[in-house]
Structure formats: structure tokens, C-alpha cells
């Protein structure tokens, strides 16, 4: 059974970091694309960052690049979201995602509040 396990939520203050961490079981990472969406409070959930299956290329949404890193350890089955620079409408529920095969599947979903 393929489980994403995310860890690193939390409330984080305007211009602070924060890093997400994403570990699968039952599964390898590399042979998926893996991806970090999040959903804001009365949107719909949106991708942020993405690590095509096999290569190490991540691509950004316009909204976070240049201050979100989205980075993959194969050895440890886990892809991370480095998150600098952070503001107020970054506040949302961020979500792993492991796309290719059927079904996809997604991770629980990790709080983080961005407050002054």
C-alpha cells in the first residue's frame, strides 16, 4: 500500500522558512512525478512545486519561484518543499502528491499558517 507521510508544518511568522518533508512507503519515488500543491482557505488546491518522474528538473508556479525549493533525496524515498521568504497568502494546507500510475495518491495535508 503506497502511503506519502508529510512532516514540518507549523506556524511561521512573514519572512520566515519553513521546510516540508514528504516520505513514501510502499513505493519508490523516483518512478513517479512528484509534486508539492497547497489549498488556501476558500480556494481550490493548486500545484506549487513539481519534480518530473526520473530526472531531478523541478518546475515552479509563478507565485513561489525564486523563494520555494522543491528537492528529492532518492536514497531516503523523500521529497522535500524548502519554503524562504514566506508571506501571508502562502497560508494554506500543503499537500504531497505522487502522479503516474492509477490511482495517484497524496499525503494527509500539512497546516501552515503564516502569521504575524
Known amino acids: 500500500q503506497v502511503q506519502l507521510i508529510e512532516s514540518g508544518g507549523g506556524l511561521v511568522h512573514p519572512g520566515g522558512s519553513l521546510n516540508l518533508s514528504c516520505v513514501a512507503s510502499?513505493?519508490?519515488?523516483?518512478?513517479?512525478?512528484m509534486g508539492w500543491f497547497r489549498q488556501a482557505p476558500g480556494k481550490q488546491r493548486a500545484l506549487v512545486a513539481r519534480?518530473?518522474?526520473?530526472?531531478?528538473?523541478?518546475n515552479y508556479s509563478d507565485s513561489v519561484r525564486g523563494r520555494f525549493t522543491m528537492t528529492r533525496d532518492v536514497a531516503k524515498n523523500t521529497v522535500y518543499l524548502q519554503r524562504n521568504n514566506l508571506a501571508l497568502e502562502d497560508t494554506a494546507i500543503y499537500y504531497c502528491h505522487a502522479n503516474f500510475l492509477r490511482p495517484d495518491h497524496w499525503g494527509q495535508g500539512s497546516q501552515v499558517p503564516v502569521s504575524s
Open positions: 510502499g513505493t519508490l519515488i523516483y518512478i513517479w512525478d
Open positions: 519534480i518530473v518522474r526520473k530526472t531531478d528538473d523541478a
